[in-house]
C-alpha cells in the first residue's frame, strides 16, 4: 500500500509522497511513487501514485513514451498540452490503456490491478490545480472547500488535515501538517514507511520551489513525530473524565 497527500494552497502546491510497497510481510521494498515533469517558465506537472506498482509505472512510461520515441506525431504529451485538464486527461487515458491490456491477466490471476494518480501543477496562462484520476481513468478536481487529496492509507492522517488545512494555510504549516499526517499513518499501518518525497511548488513561479526526501532518522521529522507523540498525551491527560462514569 502506500500514502501520498498533495495540497492546493493560495501561495502555492505541497506533494508528498512515501516510497514503501509490498506484496506481503516478506516482500517490502523502496520506489518512489512521485514523478516531476518540470520546464521552467513554461510548467510544472507532479504525479504521484498508488496502488498497483505496474500499473502505475506502466502509465509513467506511457506519457514518457509519447514525450521521447513519438514527438514528431502531432498527438498531445505532457509537454505540448495548454491546460492541466488536457494533462489530467492524458493520465486518464494512459491508464485505462494500461486497463485494457494488464487488467484481464492481472483480474483472472486474483490481482488487484486498481490504481490511484494525482496530478497537480500549473501551465503558462492558467491557475494551478490539482486532480484525482480514478482507477477507471474519470477524474476530479480540487476545490477552496476541499484543498487536498489523499492516496491509498487515508484514514490515518485525515483527521490532522481536516482540522488544521484551509487553503489559506501559509506553507511551512501545511508542510508540518502533511509530516504528522505522515507520522500518524506510520504509526498505525506497516504497509507505509519511510522515505517520504515532498516537493514544494510556490504559486505561478513555473519552477519547482524545494524537493526533499525524508528517510530515518531525519532531525525535524523525528522533532516532529515525538513533540507530536508528547503534545497528544499531555492534551489528553488534561482533559476531565466523564463524571457519568463514576
Known sequence: MTYCVALRLDSGMI????SRTN???????TFCKTRVYERPDDRVIVVLSSGNLGMTQGVTNILDRHIHILPKDDRPTIWNVPSMFDVAT???EALREMVRRDGPSLSASGIDSSANLIVGGQIRGENQRLFHV???????????ETPYFQLGEAKYGKPILDRVLTTSTPQKEAAKCVLISFDSTIKSNISVGLPIDMLWYPRDSLRVGVQQRIREGDPYFSMVRQRWGGGLRRVFGELPDPDWME
Not at 15 to 18: L, T, Y
Open 15 to 18: 506533494f508528498a509522497s512515501d
Open 23 to 29: 506484496a506481503g510481510v516478506d516482500q517490502i521494498a
Open 90 to 92: 492524458l493520465v486518464g
Open 134 to 144: 480514478y482507477p477507471q481513468g474519470n477524474f476530479i478536481e480540487a476545490s477552496d
